[in-house]
C-alpha cells in the first residue's frame, strides 16, 4: 500500500506539524499521530483574517495542529427564503452542539438562463457564509453542480434540460456550463474559506452520489475536471465526494487529482431503515466494498449524510404520504442515540445529519416526488422549532467538543454485557475507555458493562455512552453509568456535567487520593469515600449539584447531574475570556463577556430562570440588553434574582372576510388573442424524449419555459368527422392537463399513478383522450386550449439525462379526423427580479401579477367561504391580514387550508406574492404552510392570493383558510422584510 508520509494538509508549509502518517493500512490499525497531543478541540472558527490549517489523518480532521471531530447537521438556504432567519436556524444549531454546517446551494435557484446568476436577497450566498462565521459554526459547502436533494431536476437549471450533450459526464456542452456555475460560486466561497481567514468553509465537496460512469473515462475525466476547476478556482480546503450506497467509489487514488491524494477525502451517506439493526459502516465495520469507511483506511470516517429524518411523498392510495409526524417519530431521539452512536462507535470522525432543519420547497423548487414541506423529521421543524430529537444531538454535540479523548479512538478489546451490544474503544495516549452500550430489543435491559461498578439501563431500541478512565479537569472519572456531556473550567472551578433520563440513578465514581469535601448543594444525592474513591449516587430530576472539594486537588469540581429535559437547557459557550455555562432559558444565542460583565441573547418559551458560570470576576449580566439583578449561588454561578419572563400571547387574525374572487383563463376563448405567444413549431429538441413522427416539437423546455403551468392553444380548421381528441403529455407526479375546445371544456386528466400500466414509470407521462362534441365537428376555424400543470423536472440521480424528459404536451392526434394544427405556446413571463425564476408559472394571473401585493382587486367581486364551486379552470381569491406580534417575540405563523377531501381542486398560495407552495385538497398530506418571517409581515399588512385549479368534476374550495401559531418564544433574532 502506497502510504504518503507526509502531512495531508490544506496549505503549503503545514508539514512543520509533522504528522507522519504510520502503519500497514490494515483497517482496523492504529496510526500514529504522536505529534498531535489530546488537548482542546480548535476555538470556535471565525473569519479572523489568520491562515489556518485543515488536515486529517485517519482518525479525524487536524485543524491547527489539533483535533477535531465534525459534528455537523444540514439546512438549504434555498429552503429558508428569508436571510435573516438563516442566522435563526444557525444560532440554534450551534447553541445545540453542532460545530458545523453542511448546505447544498441548488445551481436552478440561481440561474434562469445560460450566463444568468443570481446571488443576491434570498439568494446571497455571501451573506449566509457571512452569518456562519459570525454564529462561529463551519460550513460543508456542497455545490454540485449535481445535488439531488428532492429539488427540481436534481438542482440543473430549467434551461439544462434543452441543451446539448449528456450531463455529469465529460461532455464538453455539459462541462462550459459547469464551470459558467462554479466560476460563480467558487468566487464567493474563496473568501469564505477557513483556510485562509476569510470564514469558515472547511471543506468542499464535488458532484453528489455519483455512481454511474465510475470507471470509463466518461465519469473519471469529468471528476478530474471538477477536482481541477475547483482547485484553479483558489478551493484549498479538503475536497471530497459522498458515495451513495458505500461502493467504494471515488476513494483517493480513483481519478486524477493531480497527485494530491492527500487533499481528498472519501465520504459515503447512508439512510438505513430505523426499524434495523444499525449498520457498522466506519473504520472498524465489515469491510469490504460496501463496508463504508473501510474502503479508504487512510482518511478519517466520512459521513456526508446520515439520515435524520426521511422526505415524505404526495399522500393518495401510491404514495401514501403520512405527514412528517411518521418521519419524526421513525426516526425520533433513541433512532439518532442508536444510530448515530453506532456511526461514532465505527470511528465516523466526521459526521452530518441530512436534514437538521429541513425547511420549505417553495414555489416551483420540489422535485416531482414530494410536496411543499420539505421538514423532513428533522431535529430543527419546519417552522424553526426546537423539537426533542434535539437532546441526544445537544448532548453528543457537546461532548465530542468539550472532550478530546474522543477524537483518536482504537477499537479496543471486545467487552460483552448481557442483552446488550456493547463497543469497546479506547484514546491510546490518555487511556480513557469508550463504551457505545445499544440495545437493540424490544424490552429495557440493566446489565453489568465491565469497568462500569454500577448497573447500565438502556432502554429499547436505545443506546448510550460510557466512559472510564477519563480525566476532567484536574481530577479523574473512574467510571460513571451516566453519559459524560461535558467538562470545562469557569472561574474558580471546574464544572463537569453527565446526563440521563430523568427518574434513573446514576452512580458516578471521581478518583480521589484523599478524603475530599463533599457537599450536595441541590437535588437528590448520596455519597461515600473508601479507597481512593468518592461515589456519587443520585436520583435525575432537573439539576442535581453535587460540589467536590479538597481531596488533594486545589481547584473544586462541580458536578452537574442532568436529565435530558434539562440537559438541553444547559449552554456551554467559548468566549476570548474563557468559558461560559449558562442554565435556564430555552436557547441561548450570544454570549460575549467583557470585563466583569457578561452579555447574554437568546430565546425564552416559558418564564425560567437563569443562571452563569464564567470567568472569575463576573457580576453583571444582561440578558437581550436587559440588566439582570444576580446573586453568587452556592454553588458558584449569579444567579437571576427573578426569573425570566416567557413569551406572551400572540393572537392571529381570522381569514373570515375581504375575500374578493375572480376567474380568469380567458386562454381558454376562442377569440383570445395569442399572436404573442411563441409559435410551437420546432422539429428537433435535445430533450430525451422522442418528438413523434409528423408532429412539432410541443416541450415547454424547448421553448424556454420551465416552471409551473404552461397553455397551448392549437389552431386549426376542420373538425368535420372528429370524434375525440388525444392529448399526450409528460409532467411529474400529480400533473394534470385541462383542455377546452372553441371554450367549450373538454375535460381534466390527471397524471395517474405509477401502478396504471399506461405510464412509463418515471418519466410520468400518459395520454388523455377526450370526446370532440358533436356540434364542434363542423368545418371552419378551430381552437383547442390546453393548459398543462407540470410538476417539474426529474431528478437525475443515474446520470442518464432524465431531467431531460419533456414536459408539457407530447403529441396530439385526432380520431376521426387528421386535421394539420398550429400551436402557439405560453408559459411563465420573465423571472421575477427578487423571487427568482421558480416564484411563478404560466397562469394568465401570475402573467398579470395577480398574485403581487399591489395588485389593483378593488373591481374583483366580493366572495365569502367557504366555495362549493363547480367549473374546470382556475380563480383567483384575493385578501389581505394585518399583524401586530410584538417585537420582542418570534412568532412562527403557517398558513392551514382545509375541506371535504373529496373535493378536486388545488391552490398555489402567495404571500405578498412569493409563492408558498402547492396545496392539494384530495391528494394532501399536507395542510399547513409555514410562512416565513420577513416574507410574511409580523407586523403590517399582508396580502394572500390563492390561485385554484379546479379538475370541474367535483364542488372545489377554497373552504377553511386560516392562520396557525407553529411556535412563539420571547427572544429571536432582528428580521429585515424581504
Ligand atoms: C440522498 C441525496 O444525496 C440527497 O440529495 C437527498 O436526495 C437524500 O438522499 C434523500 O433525501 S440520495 C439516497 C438516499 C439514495
Same mark, same amino acid.
Not at 473569519?47 to 455537523?72: M, P
Not at 453489568?448 to 429499547?460: C, E, F, K, S
Not at 407526479?733 to 399513478?753: C, I, K, N, S, Y
Not at 397562469?843 to 373591481?859: K, N, Q, T
Given at each position: 500500500?502506497?502510504?504518503?508520509?507526509?502531512?495531508?494538509?490544506?496549505?503549503?508549509?503545514?508539514?512543520?506539524?509533522?504528522?507522519?502518517?504510520?502503519?500497514?493500512?490494515?483497517?482496523?490499525?492504529?496510526?500514529?499521530?504522536?505529534?498531535?497531543?489530546?488537548?482542546?478541540?480548535?476555538?470556535?472558527?471565525?473569519?479572523?483574517?489568520?491562515?489556518?490549517?485543515?488536515?486529517?489523518?485517519?482518525?479525524?480532521?487536524?485543524?491547527?495542529?489539533?483535533?477535531?471531530?465534525? /459534528?455537523?447537521?444540514?439546512?438549504?438556504?434555498?429552503?429558508?427564503?428569508?436571510?435573516?432567519?438563516?442566522?435563526?436556524?444557525?444560532?440554534?444549531?450551534?447553541?445545540?452542539?453542532?460545530?458545523?454546517?453542511?448546505?447544498?446551494?441548488?445551481?436552478? #435557484?440561481?440561474?434562469?438562463?445560460?450566463?444568468?446568476?443570481?446571488?443576491?436577497?434570498?439568494?446571497?450566498?455571501?451573506?449566509?457564509?457571512?452569518?456562519?462565521?459570525?454564529?462561529?459554526?463551519?460550513?460543508?459547502?456542497?455545490?454540485?453542480?449535481?445535488?439531488?436533494?428532492?429539488?427540481?431536476?436534481?438542482?440543473?437549471?430549467?434551461?439544462?434540460?434543452?441543451?446539448?450533450?449528456?450531463?455529469?459526464?465529460?461532455?464538453?456542452?455539459?462541462?462550459?456550463?459547469?464551470?459558467?456555475?462554479?466560476?460563480?460560486?467558487?468566487?464567493?466561497?474563496?473568501?469564505?474559506?477557513?483556510?485562509?481567514?476569510?470564514?469558515?468553509?472547511?471543506? #468542499?465537496?464535488?458532484?453528489?452520489?455519483?455512481?454511474?460512469?465510475?470507471?470509463?473515462?466518461?465519469?473519471?475525466?469529468?471528476?478530474?475536471?471538477?477536482?481541477?476547476?475547483?482547485?484553479?478556482?483558489?478551493?484549498?480546503?479538503?475536497?471530497?465526494?459522498?458515495?451513495?450506497?458505500?461502493?467504494?467509489?471515488?476513494?483517493?487514488?480513483?481519478?486524477?487529482?493531480?497527485?494530491? +491524494?492527500?487533499?481528498?477525502?472519501?465520504?459515503?451517506?447512508?439512510?438505513?431503515?430505523?426499524?434495523?439493526?444499525?449498520?457498522?459502516?466506519?473504520?472498524?465495520?465489515?469491510?469490504?466494498?460496501?463496508?463504508?469507511?473501510?474502503?479508504?483506511?487512510?482518511?478519517?470516517?466520512?459521513?456526508?449524510?446520515?439520515?435524520?429524518?426521511?422526505?415524505?411523498?404526495?399522500?393518495?392510495?401510491?404514495?401514501?404520504?403520512?405527514?412528517?409526524?411518521?418521519?419524526?417519530?421513525?426516526?425520533?431521539?433513541?433512532?439518532?442515540?442508536?444510530?448515530?452512536?453506532?456511526?461514532?462507535?465505527?470511528?465516523? =470522525?466526521?459526521?452530518?445529519?441530512?436534514?437538521?432543519?429541513?425547511?420549505?420547497?417553495?414555489?416551483?423548487?420540489?422535485?416531482?416526488?414530494?410536496?411543499?414541506?420539505?421538514?423532513?423529521?428533522?431535529?430543527?421543524?419546519?417552522?424553526?422549532?426546537?423539537?426533542?430529537?434535539?437532546?441526544?444531538?445537544?448532548?453528543?454535540?457537546?461532548?465530542?467538543?468539550?472532550?478530546?479523548?474522543?477524537?483518536?479512538?482504537?477499537?479496543?478489546?471486545?467487552?460483552?454485557?448481557?442483552?446488550?451490544?456493547? #463497543?469497546?474503544?479506547?484514546?491510546?495516549?490518555?487511556?480513557?475507555? @469508550?463504551?457505545?452500550?445499544?440495545?437493540?430489543?424490544?424490552?429495557?435491559?440493566?446489565?453489568?458493562?465491565?469497568?462500569?461498578?454500577?448497573?447500565?439501563?438502556?432502554?429499547?431500541?436505545?443506546?448510550?455512552?460510557?466512559?472510564?478512565?477519563?480525566?476532567?479537569?484536574?481530577?479523574?472519572?473512574?467510571?460513571?453509568?451516566?453519559?459524560?456531556?461535558?467538562?470545562?473550567?469557569?472561574?474558580?472551578?471546574?464544572?463537569?456535567?453527565?446526563?440521563?433520563?430523568?427518574?434513573?440513578?446514576?452512580?458516578?465514581?471521581?478518583?480521589?487520593?484523599?478524603?475530599?469535601?463533599?457537599?450536595?448543594?441541590?437535588?437528590?444525592?448520596?455519597?461515600?469515600?473508601?479507597?481512593?474513591?468518592?461515589?456519587?449516587?443520585?436520583?435525575?430530576?432537573?439539576?442535581?449539584?453535587?460540589?467536590?472539594?479538597?481531596?488533594?486537588?486545589?481547584?473544586?469540581?462541580?458536578?452537574?447531574?442532568?436529565?435530558?429535559?434539562?440537559?438541553?437547557?444547559?449552554?456551554?459557550?467559548?468566549?476570548?475570556?474563557?468559558?461560559?455555562?449558562?442554565?435556564?432559558?430555552?436557547?441561548?444565542?450570544?454570549?460575549?463577556?467583557?470585563?466583569?460583565?457578561?452579555?447574554?441573547?437568546?430565546?425564552?418559551?416559558?418564564?425560567?430562570?437563569?443562571?452563569?458560570?464564567?470567568?472569575?470576576?463576573?457580576?453583571?449580566?444582561?440578558?437581550?440588553?436587559?440588566?439582570?439583578?444576580?446573586?453568587?449561588?452556592?454553588?458558584?454561578?449569579?444567579?437571576?434574582?427573578?426569573?425570566?419572563?416567557?413569551?406572551?400571547?400572540?393572537?392571529?387574525?381570522?381569514?373570515?372576510?375581504?375575500?374578493?374572487?375572480?376567474?380568469?383563463?380567458?386562454?381558454?376563448?376562442?377569440?383570445?388573442?395569442?399572436?404573442?405567444?411563441?409559435?410551437?413549431?420546432?422539429?428537433?429538441?435535445?430533450?430525451?424524449?422522442?418528438?413523434?413522427?409528423?408532429?412539432?416539437?410541443?416541450?415547454?423546455?424547448?421553448?424556454?419555459?420551465?416552471?409551473?403551468?404552461?397553455?397551448?392553444?392549437?389552431?386549426?380548421?376542420?373538425?368535420?368527422?372528429?370524434?375525440?381528441?388525444?392529448?399526450?403529455?409528460?409532467?411529474? =407526479? +400529480?400533473?394534470?392537463?385541462?383542455? /377546452?375546445?372553441?371554450?367549450?371544456?373538454?375535460?381534466?386528466?390527471?397524471?395517474?399513478?405509477?401502478?396504471?400500466?399506461?405510464?412509463?414509470?418515471?418519466?410520468?407521462?400518459?395520454?388523455?383522450?377526450?370526446?370532440?362534441?358533436?356540434?364542434?365537428?363542423?368545418?371552419?376555424?378551430?381552437?383547442?386550449?390546453?393548459?398543462?400543470?407540470?410538476?417539474?423536472?426529474?431528478?437525475?440521480?443515474?446520470?442518464?439525462?432524465?431531467?431531460?424528459?419533456?414536459?408539457?404536451?407530447?403529441? @396530439?392526434?385526432?380520431?376521426?379526423?387528421?386535421?394539420?394544427?398550429?400551436?402557439?405556446?405560453?408559459?411563465?413571463?420573465?423571472?421575477?427580479?427578487?423571487?427568482?425564476?421558480?416564484?411563478?408559472?404560466?397562469?394568465?394571473?401570475?402573467?398579470?401579477?395577480?398574485?403581487?401585493?399591489?395588485?389593483?382587486?378593488?373591481?374583483?367581486?366580493?366572495?365569502?367561504?367557504?366555495?362549493?364551486?363547480? +367549473?374546470?379552470?382556475?380563480?383567483?381569491?384575493?385578501?389581505?391580514?394585518?399583524?401586530?406580534?410584538?417585537?420582542?417575540?418570534?412568532?412562527?405563523?403557517?398558513?392551514?387550508?382545509?375541506?371535504?377531501?373529496?373535493?378536486?381542486?388545488?391552490?398555489?398560495?402567495?404571500?405578498?406574492?412569493?409563492?408558498?407552495?402547492?396545496?392539494?385538497?384530495?391528494?394532501?398530506?399536507?395542510?399547513?404552510?409555514?410562512?416565513?418571517?420577513?416574507?410574511?409581515?409580523?407586523?403590517?399588512?399582508?396580502?394572500?392570493?390563492?390561485?385554484?385549479?379546479?379538475?370541474?368534476? =367535483?364542488?372545489?374550495?377554497?373552504?377553511?383558510?386560516?392562520?396557525?401559531?407553529?411556535?412563539?418564544?420571547?427572544?429571536?433574532?432582528?428580521?429585515?422584510?424581504?
Amino acid at each position: 500500500m502506497g502510504l504518503s508520509r507526509r502531512t495531508f494538509s490544506a496549505l503549503a508549509g503545514t508539514t512543520a506539524l509533522g504528522l507522519a502518517l504510520g502503519g500497514s493500512g490494515a483497517a482496523s490499525c492504529a496510526y500514529a499521530a504522536p505529534t498531535v497531543p489530546t488537548g482542546p478541540a480548535p476555538a470556535p472558527p471565525a473569519a479572523d483574517g489568520k491562515r489556518h490549517t485543515i488536515g486529517f489523518d485517519r482518525y479525524s480532521l487536524i485543524v491547527d495542529g489539533r483535533r477535531l471531530v465534525v /459534528w455537523s447537521g444540514e439546512m438549504h438556504p434555498f429552503r429558508l427564503p428569508s436571510p435573516s432567519l438563516w442566522r435563526d436556524v444557525l444560532q440554534k444549531m450551534r447553541a445545540h452542539g453542532y460545530n458545523a454546517v453542511s448546505i447544498y446551494v441548488s445551481w436552478n #435557484y440561481h440561474s434562469a438562463a445560460p450566463g444568468q446568476y443570481d446571488f443576491t436577497g434570498v439568494r446571497d450566498l455571501d451573506l449566509f457564509l457571512r452569518m456562519a462565521s459570525e454564529t462561529g459554526i463551519y460550513v460543508i459547502l456542497r455545490p454540485g453542480p449535481y445535488i439531488n436533494a428532492e429539488i427540481d431536476g436534481g438542482g440543473f437549471p430549467g434551461w439544462l434540460t434543452a441543451t446539448e450533450g449528456t450531463a455529469r459526464t465529460s461532455d464538453p456542452t455539459y462541462l462550459k456550463y459547469v464551470d459558467e456555475w462554479l466560476d460563480q460560486v467558487n468566487a464567493i466561497a474563496g473568501r469564505h474559506l477557513y483556510s485562509k481567514g476569510g470564514g469558515t468553509i472547511l471543506l #468542499y465537496q464535488i458532484e453528489n452520489e455519483y455512481d454511474a460512469h465510475v470507471t470509463e473515462p466518461a465519469g473519471r475525466d469529468y471528476m478530474a475536471h471538477l477536482y481541477r476547476k475547483v482547485r484553479a478556482d483558489g478551493i484549498d480546503v479538503p475536497l471530497f465526494h459522498n458515495d451513495k450506497g458505500r461502493n467504494g467509489y471515488w476513494i483517493p487514488g480513483s481519478f486524477d487529482t493531480d497527485g494530491e +491524494q492527500g487533499r481528498w477525502l472519501y465520504g459515503f451517506d447512508g439512510y438505513p431503515s430505523p426499524t434495523l439493526t444499525p449498520p457498522d459502516w466506519g473504520h472498524f465495520g465489515v469491510g469490504g466494498t460496501k463496508g463504508g469507511a473501510t474502503a479508504s483506511p487512510q482518511t478519517p470516517g466520512l459521513v456526508p449524510e446520515f439520515g435524520g429524518g426521511w422526505f415524505d411523498p404526495w399522500g393518495g392510495v401510491w404514495f401514501k404520504g403520512k405527514g412528517y409526524a411518521e418521519s419524526r417519530r421513525l426516526r425520533d431521539a433513541a433512532y439518532e442515540r442508536r444510530f448515530y452512536l453506532t456511526n461514532f462507535a465505527n470511528g465516523i =470522525t466526521l459526521h452530518n445529519v441530512y436534514m437538521t432543519f429541513g425547511g420549505t420547497s417553495w414555489g416551483w423548487l420540489p422535485a416531482p416526488v414530494v410536496y411543499t414541506s420539505y421538514d423532513y423529521g428533522a431535529a430543527i421543524d419546519e417552522g424553526r422549532q426546537a423539537t426533542d430529537k434535539l437532546v441526544p444531538m445537544h448532548q453528543l454535540g457537546q461532548l465530542l467538543y468539550h472532550v478530546p479523548d474522543l477524537a483518536k479512538l482504537d477499537r479496543a478489546e471486545d467487552v460483552t454485557a448481557d442483552g446488550l451490544k456493547v #463497543y469497546h474503544l479506547a484514546n491510546p495516549d490518555t487511556g480513557a475507555q @469508550v463504551y457505545v452500550v445499544r440495545n437493540d430489543g424490544k424490552q429495557t435491559v440493566t446489565s453489568a458493562v465491565p469497568g462500569i461498578d454500577a448497573p447500565v439501563t438502556v432502554p429499547a431500541q436505545d443506546a448510550r455512552l460510557l466512559v472510564t478512565g477519563l480525566k476532567l479537569g484536574r481530577r479523574e472519572l473512574r467510571y460513571s453509568n451516566a453519559q459524560p456531556m461535558l467538562a470545562l473550567s469557569a472561574g474558580r472551578q471546574e464544572i463537569a456535567v453527565l446526563t440521563g433520563r430523568s427518574g434513573e440513578t446514576t452512580v458516578t465514581a471521581l478518583e480521589c487520593a484523599m478524603r475530599p469535601t463533599v457537599t450536595v448543594v441541590e437535588g437528590d444525592a448520596d455519597w461515600s469515600y473508601e479507597d481512593g474513591l468518592l461515589r456519587i449516587e443520585a436520583q435525575l430530576d432537573g439539576l442535581t449539584r453535587v460540589l467536590v472539594s479538597g481531596g488533594g486537588v486545589g481547584t473544586p469540581l462541580l458536578l452537574l447531574l442532568a436529565d435530558d429535559e434539562t440537559s438541553v437547557r444547559l449552554w456551554p459557550r467559548e468566549t476570548p475570556s474563557g468559558s461560559v455555562l449558562v442554565y435556564g432559558p430555552a436557547l441561548l444565542r450570544t454570549a460575549d463577556v467583557s470585563g466583569t460583565a457578561v452579555r447574554l441573547t437568546g430565546d425564552t418559551v416559558r418564564a425560567a430562570e437563569l443562571e452563569v458560570w464564567g470567568p472569575r470576576g463576573l457580576r453583571e449580566v444582561t440578558w437581550n440588553g436587559g440588566e439582570l439583578k444576580v446573586r453568587t449561588s452556592a454553588s458558584g454561578s449569579l444567579r437571576a434574582a427573578q426569573p425570566l419572563p416567557g413569551v406572551g400571547t400572540v393572537t392571529l387574525p381570522a381569514l373570515r372576510g375581504g375575500w374578493r374572487r375572480k376567474t380568469e383563463n380567458p386562454e381558454a376563448a376562442p377569440d383570445y388573442d395569442d399572436s404573442d405567444w411563441k409559435l410551437a413549431d420546432r422539429t428537433t429538441t435535445y430533450s430525451t424524449t422522442p418528438v413523434p413522427d409528423g408532429q412539432p416539437v410541443l416541450f415547454a423546455d424547448d421553448y424556454g419555459f420551465h416552471y409551473g403551468d404552461v397553455w397551448y392553444r392549437g389552431h386549426f380548421t376542420d373538425a368535420r368527422g372528429a370524434e375525440s381528441v388525444s392529448l399526450a403529455y409528460s409532467t411529474g =407526479t +400529480q400533473g394534470l392537463l385541462m383542455a /377546452w375546445l372553441d371554450g367549450r371544456p373538454l375535460g381534466t386528466h390527471r397524471m395517474p399513478v405509477p401502478g396504471n400500466s399506461s405510464v412509463r414509470q418515471g418519466s410520468w407521462a400518459d395520454t388523455a383522450v377526450f370526446d370532440v362534441p358533436e356540434e364542434l365537428r363542423k368545418d371552419g376555424a378551430h381552437v383547442l386550449s390546453v393548459l398543462v400543470r407540470r410538476m417539474q423536472h426529474d431528478q437525475d440521480g443515474k446520470a442518464q439525462d432524465t431531467h431531460k424528459v419533456a414536459r408539457g404536451l407530447t403529441a @396530439v392526434t385526432f380520431a376521426g379526423a387528421a386535421p394539420r394544427l398550429s400551436w402557439r405556446i405560453q408559459g411563465e413571463a420573465a423571472p421575477d427580479p427578487v423571487r427568482g425564476p421558480q416564484n411563478n408559472g404560466g397562469l394568465y394571473g401570475e402573467r398579470h401579477g395577480w398574485h403581487l401585493p399591489d395588485h389593483a382587486d378593488g373591481d374583483w367581486p366580493e366572495a365569502e367561504l367557504p366555495r362549493a364551486d363547480r +367549473q374546470q379552470g382556475v380563480t383567483w381569491y384575493r385578501t389581505g391580514f394585518k399583524l401586530a406580534v410584538d417585537s420582542g417575540i418570534d412568532a412562527s405563523i403557517g398558513l392551514v387550508l382545509d375541506d371535504d377531501p373529496a373535493r378536486a381542486y388545488r391552490v398555489q398560495i402567495f404571500l405578498n406574492g412569493w409563492n408558498m407552495g402547492q396545496y392539494i385538497n384530495d391528494v394532501g398530506p399536507q395542510h399547513t404552510f409555514a410562512l416565513p418571517n420577513g416574507i410574511l409581515r409580523t407586523r403590517g399588512t399582508n396580502t394572500l392570493a390563492l390561485a385554484v385549479l379546479s379538475d370541474g368534476t =367535483t364542488p372545489a374550495g377554497p373552504s377553511d383558510v386560516r392562520l396557525t401559531l407553529l411556535g412563539a418564544a420571547a427572544g429571536g433574532v432582528t428580521v429585515a422584510d424581504v
